[in-house]
């Protein structure tokens, strides 16, 4: 057999490896785009929520970065990929099952739907951090940034028509049974993930201990001139995410009087933006170089931040839909490019735990900007909370600006 046709072989493998990987993810993000809705959905129309609880159990869906976020690197680093991702699919299939059997029970309690959001959060955590590292051993290099972009193409496509999905089934078949479909996407996902090959990261020394091995991942991002602002800039972002994850079904039920399917809709248009900005990536890139990328899209987003609180009824619900779309565009745009360097700047026998470290400090504060929406909204009003949370959309720039990212043409471009 000659050389061409062994290169071909390895290349059709390797296409064939990753749409596996990406229908399993797809399938799961479908399924997690519907909870996105439903959970907080069961809190306030099933359960009748206050605005601190919705706050409260948006944080669970993520607290779990905080508690396990930086020893999860080592974990994953240690145990086989496939299976560990694997065991979590099924691990948060079971915890959802669990909500439609205590419904038709009707035990269903908010502190049921907590512990659910919280079991699930700590499977997401592991999932993620081996998910992240599994596709730059599957994708070869030069092709990465592609492929980064396509996943997030894919994950904006599911945000737009899986919150909408999700708003519908709540509508036809009530809040509880709609998490039905995540369960089910999970299981699917599992197969699918059972069919990959498997694939191991560079393993430290078995005589490593894990408090060095964590110290290692902290220091590498903390200390690298690019990386370090890139995560501190993503924190800021993520702080609003995760404000925005607690106020808009509050903003949008009581504040907009918008139905549960007019919900999911608005809420979807998250999706439409962050499409907008996975497709624009590759070229923006191109044409400015990341660096100037990441720092036009945040500035560019922030500014449409200010649409989302403006108005009342039809009005209020066109500028949310407008400010939610223009900020997840910048949001999309930052996450891909300092992905792709952080996968491609890191030492392979690092990357998972500068994955996980990254995540424990960006994602970690997803919860505490839906705690202190939650708060916010309950003493100020779900309105004057939104202000505030478009507001702190421009913060993610002071770290960008302040280091050497402002100088530079392309992330990679410093030495």
Do not use: K
């Amino acid at each position: 057999m000659g050389t061409d046709s062994l290169t071909g072989e390895r290349t059709t493998s390797t296409h064939r490896i990753f749409w596996t990987y990406w229908s399993a993810g797809t399938v799961s993000s479908v399924g997690d785009a519907v909870t996105s809705v439903a959970l907080p959905l069961v809190a306030v129309t099933a359960l009748h929520a206050s605005a601190l609880e919705v706050g409260v159990l948006a944080a669970a869906s993520w607290v779990a970065w905080l508690v396990i976020g930086l020893p999860a690197g080592v974990v994953v680093t240690r145990l086989p990929l496939r299976g560990t991702q694997v065991a979590m699919d099924l691990v948060r299939a079971a915890a959802l099952v669990s909500l439609p059997l205590a419904g038709w029970l009707g035990s269903l309690t908010f502190v049921h739907l907590l512990l659910v959001a919280l079991v699930i959060s700590f499977a997401n955590v592991v999932f993620s951090v081996g998910n992240t590292t599994f596709l730059p051993a599957i994708v070869p290099r030069e092709e990465l940034n592609n492929r980064n972009s396509l996943m997030s193409a894919t994950h904006a496509t599911t945000q737009m028509g899986g919150p909408a999905l999700g708003g519908l089934l709540v509508q036809l078949v009530g809040a509880v049974a709609a998490v039905l479909v995540d369960a089910v996407s999970y299981l699917v996902s599992a197969v699918l993930l059972g069919r990959l090959p498997a694939r191991e990261v560079p393993q430290p020394p078995r005589e490593a201990r894990v408090g060095a091995m964590i110290r290692e991942g902290w220091h590498f991002v903390s200390r690298h001139p690019v990386v370090g602002p890139c995560t501190w800039a993503a924190t800021a972002v993520n702080f609003a995410c995760g404000a925005l994850m607690a106020l808009a079904p509050l903003y949008l039920v009581r504040v907009l009087d918008a139905p549960a399917a007019l919900v999911g809709i608005l809420i979807a248009t998250e999706g439409i933006g962050a499409l907008l900005g996975a497709a624009v990536t590759p070229r923006l890139t191109r044409t400015l170089g990341s660096a100037r990328s990441i720092l036009l899209a945040g500035l560019v987003g922030a500014c449409l931040a200010l649409l989302m609180p403006l108005g009342s009824g039809v009005t209020g619900m066109v500028m949310f839909a407008l400010g939610n779309a223009g900020f997840a565009t910048g949001v999309v745009i930052l996450s891909i490019n300092t992905r792709t360097y952080r996968q491609t700047e890191s030492p392979p026998e690092l990357l998972a735990r500068v994955m996980a470290t990254v995540r424990f400090v960006s994602w970690g504060a997803i919860p505490a900007g839906a705690l202190a929406a939650g708060a916010t909204a309950q003493l100020l009003g779900p309105r004057t909370a939104l202000w505030l949370t478009a507001a702190a959309a421009f913060v993610p720039l002071v770290p960008l600006w302040l280091s050497p990212v402002r100088r530079l043409r392309d992330l990679s471009d410093h030495a």
